[in-house]
């Protein structure tokens, strides 16, 4: 019986998942990012296959909602870079604040340092930004490096572009501290 329902759980409808993306449901955010971060090589499949449906549906929304938009992206994304301790999560939490202030809403995707054991982050950029976690026009989502160097992960640019369907309209990238991974 435990194994049907842990079976049944790790079925996933991609075509509901980037529905409940574009629909920007954080928890279907979540859910994609683990999908397209994952390295097995079925959710590999099924998260190309889910960054199409939500580019697709995504596109669809900006048409209806301005027909003859040329469907075009107005998303500002930032990237912030600095040694470990610069104050790069505090700086980030208050623009972040500023920003959603004044209406915007704001993706923020931190990279950390991976543990050699489990492989998830080490250290958690995300509990810096306690203010802005809560914040229901921001989204905060660490991401493990996992070996990969040059200061962001491996999946960053598809974790962007789930954001972006999200209607995130601003993306911000925290790299991990310069230093760290090499």
Do not use: W
């Not at 610069?86 to 923020?108: N, P, Q, Y």
């Not at 200061?151 to 501290?177: K, S, W």
């Amino acid at each position: 019986m435990l194994r049907r329902t842990i079976a049944a759980r790790a079925a996933i409808d991609v075509k509901d998942l980037s529905r409940r993306v574009v629909a920007g449901e954080r928890r279907a955010v979540s859910r994609a990012i683990t999908l397209v971060e994952s390295t097995n090589a079925d959710h590999r499949r099924l998260a190309d296959e889910m960054l199409q449906l939500v580019a697709s549906q995504f596109m669809d929304k900006l048409e209806a909602k301005e027909p003859g938009s040329s469907k075009k992206l107005n998303t500002f994304r930032l990237a912030v870079s600095g040694p470990p301790g610069a104050g790069k999560s505090c700086f980030i939490e208050a623009l972040g604040k500023h920003l959603t202030d004044k209406g915007h809403r704001v993706a923020v995707l931190t990279v950390d340092p991976s543990s050699t054991i489990s492989g998830g982050s080490l250290l958690g950029d995300k509990t810096r930004m306690d203010g802005l976690s809560v914040n229901p026009n921001a989204y905060v989502r660490p991401s493990p490096t996992r070996g990969c160097l040059g200061g962001v992960a491996e999946a960053t640019y598809d974790a962007i572009q789930l954001c972006e369907g999200a209607g995130f309209d601003t993306c911000v990238v925290e790299t991990v501290g310069v230093g760290q991974s090499e």
